[in-house]
């Protein structure tokens, strides 16, 4: 039997929306992307979800979805217990609160990763110092239970944001960019790029090959072992020479 391009058309339109129902009705189907971290593959935590996947985009409504962890509970630990809707709280605008620590301290998305990996007992494997506030580390002494070692570690990586203003709606989408030439943990290579530093002088500093100029500075160093403060603080020597 033959068909005309009329029939064909019509058949084909039935097969798209029909497998679309079908998708939908599967819950399989989803019209835009979700905030689920990646999973362990293997071992004792198998099919946990892996902290060390948490995004900049993740919300603590995100963080309580994957893992069990309140927005209250995230908000009290980064010094937010006064905003207005925690749950709305982007881990990214972390570093907009306390982007001017001293030294090469930062408190952004490593610090929620790592709070997160020792609040549900998950393994996280650092490629560098990870600071959190205080508030974060009394929550991990006095409600977790952890062991005396990791106490002092966190104790000797606690950071005071008793004095830190926190604005009641920081939480809120700020769109106001910040044109200060600061490495900061979400820098990207581009960036720096835009401020002057050639391709080559970053290869160098990072001694590796640049393949996507978009990737954050700060992954790029965690994905391959690298300590972020010591090539942060090499491309800042690099830009204030250019100011």
């Given at each position: 039997?033959k068909l005309n ?63 069990n ?5 995230m908000?009290r ?10 749950s709305?709280?982007k ?11 001293e ?18 007992k998950?393994?996280y ?5 990870i ?9 991990l ?6 062991n ?8 000797e ?13 920081s939480?809120?989408n ?15 290579f ?9 391709e ?5 500093i990072?001694?590796?090959k640049i ?33």
């Open positions: 039997m391009s009329k029939a064909i058309g019509v058949i084909l339109i039935l097969i798209i929306f029909g497998g679309i129902g079908i998708s939908k009705g599967l819950n399989v189907w989803k019209t835009e992307s979700t905030k689920v971290p990646v999973v362990f593959k293997e071992g004792e935590f198998a099919g946990e979800y892996n902290p060390a996947d948490i995004r900049g985009s993740y919300s603590f409504e995100d963080i309580y979805n994957a893992f962890i309140t927005p209250e509970v908000a630990a980064f010094g937010l217990k006064d905003i207005n809707n925690p709305l709280f881990v990214k605008d972390l570093e907009k609160i306390y982007g001017n620590l030294g090469d301290k930062e408190i952004g998305t490593a610090s929620v990763r790592y709070f997160v990996a020792l609040y549900k998950l393994p494997e650092m490629g560098e110092e600071y959190l506030p205080e508030p974060a580390v009394n929550i002494i006095r409600e977790i239970k952890i005396e070692e990791l106490e002092k570690y966190l104790s990586h606690s950071i005071d944001i008793s004095n830190i203003k926190i604005e009641s709606n939480s809120e700020n769109t106001e960019e910040n044109n200060e030439k600061v490495i900061r943990g979400k820098t990207t581009n960036e720096v790029i835009e401020w002057g530093i050639s080559e002088i970053l290869e160098n990072i001694n590796g393949i996507d100029k978009s990737v954050v500075i700060r992954d790029y160093c965690m994905k391959n072992g690298v300590e972020f403060s010591k090539i942060k603080q090499e491309l800042q020597k690099r830009i204030d020479k250019k100011e």
